[in-house]
């Protein structure tokens, strides 16, 4: 199993992505959840241009990326199943849970930590929320979070189908959870019971801070309400809500793919980071 999947890792990689992507596209176009406020030829022009940046870098850096890691801590014995006689099912389930934690606390941690904020505010910074917006990251967060990966690898040792299951996994959710898209309520309700749905995630990109500052999840939706941290429903509703961070509303800054390489590095951190939130009521902002 495992050397089937490390030698056809990238083509099930690539057919998993354009897949999901073309569905999530196609559904948008069919039925949108909320009218989208910015161009859409330039969003996608510019969103997708910093995916394709990001991909070029981190195989540049990181050639043997997280399946290669995986491996060698395999031949090392290092990490938590290396070391344990775990059947190998439950091995895969449960690294493939576990890392979905990392990403949660990674996530959360990115909201905290302030120079962190910087980083993950290009990805908050979109005016609109379509499927473009869950691969649409900083490429210094894209680096760092390999990184988090990497260490969670060492310590965890996966087997290297687990980590394949897991990124793919985690990149088709992402897709999914960000794309504009209605989904009849009952069938969102069910769903958010496992998997984070766009609904549920579009209230993390609201640009009220509490709201921001709420489900964090990427993939399972446990952890958001383990840590206290879901939120079921937007105050202004789906269709009323603004989506993006107050200090970034120009379109053109907000879009254009050079200005969203630098926009970690100007102006202020404002009251997103949780470091810097007023405690009071719940709902206060
Ligand atoms: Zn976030
Ligand atoms: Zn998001």
Redesign the pocket.
Known sequence: MDNFVSTHEASIRLGIFFGVFAIMAIWELLAPRRELTQPKSTRWLNNIGLVVLNTVVVRIIFPTAAVGVAAHAAQQQWGLFNQLDTPGWLAVLASVIILDGVIYLQ?VM??AVPAFWRL?RV??ADLDFDVTTGSRFHTLEILLSMLIKFAAIVLLGPPLVAVVIFEVLLNATAMFNHSNVRLPLPLDRVIRLLIVTPDMHRV?HSHLAHE?NSN?GFNLSIWDRLFGTYRAQPQDGHTGMTIGIDSFRDGAQCTQLPRLLIMPFIGKINDYAISSRRWGKPDES
């Open positions: 996530h990115f909201h993950h990805h908050h993390h921001t964090f």
